[in-house]
């Protein structure tokens, strides 16, 4: 080996120092991206937590039921709209039962049940 050529490792060395040079900026900003995206991106709203999404589903599911109970209800009883909120809230739980007849009734549906009838 000459006197002005560099050992194999001096040259390794120089070449590593050179690519984490350049690729240190890009890592930085992957690294701080990583971190930061999530919060960012949870913070402006794009994520969404799974008891929000269950509680979305839940008040579908409540909206359809009642109005299939209110009206079930109005072909029973054609002057729902005058009764007294009582006597709406016994009759939309008579039939916010699911399955219908059934005796297991869901408060949130009869609630809507009742104030659907009120309109």
């Not at 690294?31 to 979305?56: E, K, N």
């Not at 029973?76 to 039962?97: I, M, Q, V, Y």
Request: proline share 5%; net charge positive.
């Amino acid at each position: 080996m000459s006197a002005g050529t560099p050992s194999a490792f001096a040259r390794f060395s120089a070449d590593c120092g050179a690519r984490w040079t350049k690729a240190k900026p890009l890592l930085l900003a992957l690294g701080v991206g990583l971190v930061a995206g999530p919060i960012i991106s949870g913070m402006v709203g794009f994520q969404m937590r799974t008891s929000t999404a269950q509680t979305l589903a839940h008040n579908g599911v409540v909206a359809q039921q009642a109005m299939y109970c209110a009206d079930r209800a109005r072909v029973e009883t054609p002057g729902a709209k005058e009764l007294d909120w009582s006597a709406r809230n016994t009759l939309s739980r008579r039939f916010a039962t699911n399955p219908a007849g059934g005796t297991n009734i869901d408060p949130d549906v009869a609630r809507a049940c009742a104030d659907l009838l009120a309109r």
